[in-house]
């Protein structure tokens, strides 16, 4: 089964390969009528999950020719949605809006649109009805077959026009087993990456919109997850992030069944990978092997985001999240006990349906047990479809009391430990110039704690131990003592 699956994953992938070959010859034509090298930009929303899917966009893009632009004024422009709460949906429609304009004054150009929200299918109907310059919309399932979109893109437009609706290509499928992984990838950053090791979510939390829209956890077998990360080790990535919605559950599906603690435990391991870090572990299912393997490898970051989302366990049991109060608090204390100097952030939603002033107590009480060193609060955002979105809904200045009441709470721990490392020296991976500061380069600790600290862009993907002396709030300004080449 697992082979006849191999097999078809390879198959998919050399299909995709001959149309990124005829994707060039597409761009070499449209060259020629342009006078430029034609150029291309991708607009990225949503988790880290969504930006290296945006990493494989701009990789075929290039790979077929097209150079980046800046901005939404280039030639193929594709946007890359995510509908994990209103606002993200708001903001792309606006953006959307924007490119239009664009559109107007370059005929050539061609406007995409992927991602988590055209799972929706009240999405992909707004933008057929409405939105009449969208070239082309697929969703997350099938991404890798962009090369080949692309290509229907540019017949398309010879065939039909530029402007008729017969020329929109339209493709977004309800699942797949398919995992195509080798299409090109044009990484944000030299020195850092992100890496799938799964897909999808099957925990349905009862407000979120992630396992509709990302299906049914799949995993990558281990050999293939490595291979890449030693690749990428070779082209000078010194840190990886592993990313899954729950990596706890990493492996479980496999036909040889893996944990995440052997699979983190072999990343950690690889020549040259200086720091590793994960996204997400749910708390419902988090294991002490998982600790253990951290705590033996100083190469891995230390810091676990670990995702309250409400202190209440009658809240807790409405969200869906099979954990109560006091087993988080539990694990949370049991994090800090077996990794010394370890970060723990979280994610809270505040206004859940149902929760009133008491519940918000709770959440409170466990930020001040759990001590969480940084925190991001929403507000929940109704998701059509979820089972959530049917339970009576809190009036909206209920919900603004309980989320100032949290986000107060927050900054104050986050204040609290960010402080207790002033003095200290700590090593910090310089990851790119200050954009406020010349002179300056921005750093990030192993705990994920920011650091500004004079210096150039030479410095940029190297470890450097840095005092941290000036405490701002949630970050510090320090200097560099010397490189780290170790990293940790
Ligand atoms: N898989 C991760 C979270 C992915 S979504 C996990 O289980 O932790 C990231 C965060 O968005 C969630 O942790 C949650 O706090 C928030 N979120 C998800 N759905 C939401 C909704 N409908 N309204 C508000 N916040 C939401
Ligand atoms: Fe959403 Fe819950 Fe899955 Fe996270 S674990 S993606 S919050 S359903
Ligand atoms: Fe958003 Fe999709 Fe990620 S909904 S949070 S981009 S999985």
């Not at 060039?24 to 090298?37: D, F, I, K, S, V």
Request: proline share 4%.
């Amino acid at each position: 089964m697992q082979n006849l699956k191999l097999i078809a994953d390879e198959k998919e992938l050399a299909r995709q390969k001959e149309f990124l070959q005829r994707d060039r010859e597409y761009t070499q034509e449209l060259e020629a009528q342009l006078g430029r090298t034609p150029t291309y930009h991708v607009t990225n929303f949503g988790c880290q999950m969504n930006a290296r899917d945006a990493e494989k966009l701009s990789g075929v893009l290039s790979e077929a020719g097209f150079t980046e632009a800046p901005d939404e004024s280039a030639d193929f422009v594709i946007f890359n949605t995510c509908t994990v709460r209103d606002n993200a949906d708001q903001h792309f429609y606006g953006r959307l809006g924007r490119a239009s304009h664009y559109k107007k004054s370059n005929p050539a150009m061609k406007i995409a649109v992927c991602g988590c929200m055209m799972q929706e299918k009240c999405n992909v109907d707004k933008l057929r009805r409405s939105y009449p310059y969208v070239d082309l919309i697929f969703g997350t399932h099938n991404l890798f077959r962009f090369p080949e979109y692309l290509c229907r893109v540019f017949e398309n437009s010879q065939k039909y026009g530029a402007s008729a609706s017969a020329r929109r290509v339209v493709d977004v499928w309800e699942s797949t087993d398919l995992i195509v992984e080798d299409l090109p990838v044009e990484r944000r950053y030299r020195y850092k990456s992100g890496i799938n090791i799964m897909f999808g979510c099957n925990n349905f939390c009862s407000y979120c919109i992630v396992p509709y829209v990302r299906g049914r956890e799949r995993s990558r077998e281990p050999k293939e997850i490595i291979r890449e990360i030693e690749k990428l080790a070779q082209d000078g990535v010194v840190e990886v992030m592993l990313l899954g919605q729950n990596v706890n559950s990493y492996g479980k599906d496999l036909e040889q069944p893996v944990t995440f603690a052997d699979l983190l435990q072999e990343v950690a391991e690889i020549d040259g990978i200086k720091r590793v870090r994960f996204m997400t572990p749910h708390p419902k299912d988090i294991r002490e092997d998982l600790l253990e393997v951290i705590a033996q490898h100083p190469n891995i970051a230390r810091h676990v985001h670990f995702p309250l989302q409400s202190g209440s366990d009658r809240i807790l049991k409405k969200m869906n999240r099979r954990y109560t109060k006091e087993q988080y608090i539990e694990r949370a204390l049991k994090i800090r006990e077996m990794i010394p100097d370890v970060a723990i952030t979280t994610d809270i939603i505040a206004g859940f349906p149902g929760e009133g002033p008491e519940d918000v107590d709770e959440t409170i009480d466990v930020i001040k047990r759990v001590r969480f060193d940084n925190a991001y609060t929403f507000i929940y955002s109704k998701r059509t479809g979820t089972p959530a979105a049917s339970m009576p809904q809190v009036p909206e200045e209920v919900v603004k009391e309980g989320f100032d009441r949290i986000l107060s709470a927050v900054q104050e721990s986050a204040r609290n430990s960010t402080g207790a490392l002033q003095g200290r020296v700590m090593t910090a991976l310089a990851e790119e110039k200050n954009q406020q500061m010349d002179g300056y380069i921005t750093g990030r600790l192993s705990n994920n704690t920011i650091v500004h600290f004079p210096g150039d862009e030479s410095m940029i993907g190297k470890f450097y131990d840095v005092s941290l002396d000036d405490n701002k709030g949630f970050y510090y300004f320090g200097k560099a003592l010397r490189e780290n080449e170790r990293g940790y």
